[in-house]
């Protein structure tokens, strides 16, 4: 499974990532099972998958690093909620900010 959709030529003529519907849906319901699994007291369940999957693909070193930031602060996130115990809406709403700000960040990479 890969987040990115392809590649689009950039005007630099460099190749840019960019990440299909399918893979945003994709990556926002992994996002939001993480929250799960941090209620449930396992805040750290999914983040071995998405740094793998996330920081495997070929991002420059820009990007990888900004996107390693933003793992680390879900990662936090996730601790805050299994502290939490529940899912609450609020949690909700920070995921999808989390999920713009990596979609944003992948798709940027290259441009």
């Not at 936090?76 to 995921?95: K, L, P, Q, S, T």
Request: aromatic residues 10%.
């Amino acid at each position: 499974m890969e987040f990115k959709g392809g590649f689009q030529k950039s005007s630099g003529g460099r190749a840019k990532p960019f990440v299909s519907a399918k893979s945003e849906e994709l990556l926002f319901e992994i996002l939001k099972e993480g929250l799960f699994w941090a209620a449930l007291g396992k805040p750290s369940e999914v983040m071995p998958f998405l740094r793998g999957k996330l920081l495997g693909n070929g991002l420059g070193e820009g990007s990888r690093r900004q996107l390693e930031w933003l793992l680390d602060e879900l990662e936090e996130f996730y601790r805050r909620v299994a502290c939490c115990g529940r899912v609450e809406e609020r949690h909700v709403r920070a995921i999808k900010s989390f999920h713009r700000d990596i979609v944003a960040v992948i798709e940027t990479d290259g441009a």
